[in-house]
């Protein structure tokens, strides 16, 4: 399935829903495995690839790809939909305010609930700053642009700053206390740890109404970890993979997501542009809505909306202050 083909809707069902191991061929051990590595329901399964769900399982991929398909047939996932049920998945859709009304124009009315949206720029050109002005909208009520929901955050270069998301949710009228208890935030200390932090938000989230995870930076790691030529492949195809299991926590939980990526300032071998974001076409592929960030005369940035499957390209001009983003 090509990463940006529809996705199948959350389940919607308040019966008890049929456990993992109501499934033919899932015993005590299995179903144990499962959950410990993030697979806590069927529809996060009938979602999940066969590969990923061998190794998570220890079993062969021909016994995965059957619990897959009988996990499909239970939540009534993967097979043809009408362009009605499209609509109405869509209609489901969330958006979560960035406080600049041009910002959020230009992403056709905010930052969407099962998308990636990957936002890439030089340092300094505010991508850490929506996402903290993110962590805070979220947990507005809908009619002020938010989902009343909390945030996942996943810090891998140790730039979370809570006085900062303090100050930029008083700003909105919450409490900051309160509102510092609804982000929850991880330091991923290398790659691999970082890939492990996407399963205990998944646990997380079946507790918290999340509806929004950041990764800040998503790539970091990557290109410190993943040097050369050589190791090109492999890198690719983690991120591949890490983005993907990003994509399913979208998907499962209705929520946004998103990676910040910084732009190499040699020319990233795969996308040969001095200026592009690290990770290059895997990245782009994957992430739904990928937006450029430049500093523009302080405290000025510029946005720009550079690939979408449903929205014109186009900039929009908005400001870091000291109450977050705005116009
Ligand atoms: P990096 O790639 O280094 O992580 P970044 O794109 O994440 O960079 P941010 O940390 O989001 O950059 O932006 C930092 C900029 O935000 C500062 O240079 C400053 O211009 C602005 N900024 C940060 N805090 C405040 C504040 N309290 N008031 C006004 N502007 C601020
Ligand atoms: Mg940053």
Excluded at 276 to 286: K, Q
């Amino acid at each position: 399935m090509s990463p940006k083909a529809q996705k199948p809707a959350p389940a919607e069902t308040e019966e008890a829903p049929p456990e993992l191991e109501d499934l033919p061929g899932v015993g005590q051990a299995t179903a144990d495995k499962l959950r410990e590595s993030g697979y806590a329901d069927l529809m996060e399964l009938a979602v999940a690839s066969p590969d990923d769900v061998a190794t998570a399982a220890d079993i062969g991929e021909g016994a995965a790809q059957k619990i897959i398909q009988e996990a499909r047939k239970r939540v009534q996932v993967g097979g043809f939909e009408s362009g009605s049920a499209i609509l109405e998945r869509r209609r489901k859709l969330g958006r979560i305010s960035t406080l600049s009304k041009a910002l959020d124009e230009l992403l056709g009315g905010g930052v969407e609930t099962q998308a990636i949206t990957e936002v890439y720029g030089q340092f300094g050109s505010g991508k850490t700053q929506l996402g903290l002005q993110l962590s805070a909208s979220v947990q507005l009520p809908p009619d002020q642009g938010g989902l009343a929901g909390e945030a996942v955050w996943i810090d891998t270069e140790n730039t979370f700053r809570a006085e900062r998301l303090a100050e930029i949710a008083k700003a909105l009228g919450l409490d900051p206390t309160q509102a510092l208890e609804r982000v929850h935030v991880a330091r991923a200390f290398n790659s691999n740890h970082q890939e492990l932090l996407v399963p205990k938000a998944f646990e997380l989230a079946r507790e918290r109404p999340v509806r929004l995870l950041v990764v800040d930076s998503l790539t970091a790691h990557f290109r410190a970890e993943f040097l050369g030529r050589g190791a090109l492949a492999e890198r690719q195809q983690r991120l591949n993979r890490h983005m993907h299991e990003l994509l399913r926590f979208g998907d499962v939980f209705n929520a946004a997501i998103l990676c910040t990526n910084q732009v190499s300032a040699r020319p990233d071998v795969l996308f040969g542009d001095p200026t592009g974001p690290i990770g290059g076409n895997i990245v782009g592929h994957t992430a739904t809505y990928r937006i450029y960030l430049r500093k523009s005369k302080p405290p000025r940035r510029i946005a720009r909306l550079v690939d979408s499957p449903n929205l014109p390209e186009g900039e929009a001009v908005f400001s870091v202050t000291g109450e977050g983003i705005r116009d």
